[in-house]
T-cell receptor, first 114, second 118 residues
Framework: DTAVSQTPKYLVTQMGNDKSIKCEQN?????MYWYKQDSKKFLKIMFSYNNKELIINETVPNRFSPKSPDKAHLNLHINSLELGDSAVYFC?????????????FGPGTRLTVL | AQSVTQLDSHVSVSEGTPVLLRCNYS??????LFWYVQHPNKGLQLLLK??????LVKGINGFEAEFKKSETSFHLTKPSAHMSDAAEYFC????????????????FGKGTHLIIQP
């Protein structure tokens, strides 16, 4: 009955590979997000997405692309992985895209690029 | 534009003593403010949030925070620390009005690592 789930929990891969991280929420929320947490634990938003629009943080390389097959899922695809992509990636969801809405976070996916 | 400054990267207190984690923010709009906690190797959990209702907000596990507009602060407190409170705490600001969303809606502080001494 996990509210926001992510798979896999750990992902170890070689530079240059393409990988995906899956996210699912069972809260019936309209908006989902991806965040990146770096080695100093700093969290930065990468994308927000609802059934109307995708908003991309302009600092995110275009090797990263979110894909949403339906309202409950927002997967993250990463092409041509680089060493600097190593981080913990968190998925989150909120009821709407309103600024005061609580965001519910998944457990995170630790990506290690060798 | 919005920003969050957590004034201490590390705070160490003895078990049973009060906890104070400091946060200052800046925002172009009336902000919503949040405190999230992250235990080691876990996701983020909401402790409490302020959205322009009462300025003193009570959260889970005995934590509370007071919104002070004149000081642009939203400090987190707890009267008596417990060993299970040891974690990373994030102050978060959201300035986006309810009418829209966006990738810049949430800005996280750099976190405060809370250490509880036995």
């Amino acid at each position: 009955d996990t509210a926001v789930s992510q798979t896999p929990k750990y992902l170890v891969t070689q530079m240059g590979n393409d990988k995906s991280i899956k996210c699912e929420q069972n809260l019936g929320h309209d908006t989902m997000y991806w965040y990146k947490q770096d080695s100093k634990k700093f969290l930065k938003i990468m994308f927000s997405y609802n059934n109307k629009e995708l908003i991309i943080n302009e600092t995110v390389p275009n090797r990263f692309s979110p894909k949403s097959p339906d309202k409950a899922h927002l997967n993250l695809h990463i092409n041509s992985l680089e060493l600097g992509d190593s981080a913990v990636y968190f998925c989150a969801s909120s009821e709407t895209s309103g600024g005061g809405d609580t965001q519910y976070f998944g457990p995170g996916t630790r990506l290690t690029v060798l | 534009a919005q920003s969050v400054t957590q004034l201490d990267s590390h705070v160490s207190v003895s078990e049973g003593t009060p906890v104070l984690l400091r946060c200052n923010y800046s925002s172009s709009y009336s902000p919503s403010l949040f405190w999230y906690v992250q235990h080691p190797n876990k996701g983020l959990q909401l402790l409490l949030k302020y959205t322009s209702a009462a300025t003193l907000v009570k959260g889970i596990n005995g934590f509370e925070a007071e919104f002070k507009k004149s000081e642009t602060s939203f400090h987190l407190t707890k009267p008596s620390a417990h060993m299970s409170d040891a974690a990373e705490y994030f102050c978060v600001v959201s300035s986006r009005p309810y009418s829209g969303g966006g990738a810049d809606g949430l800005t996280f502080g750099k976190g405060t690592h809370l250490i509880i001494q036995p």
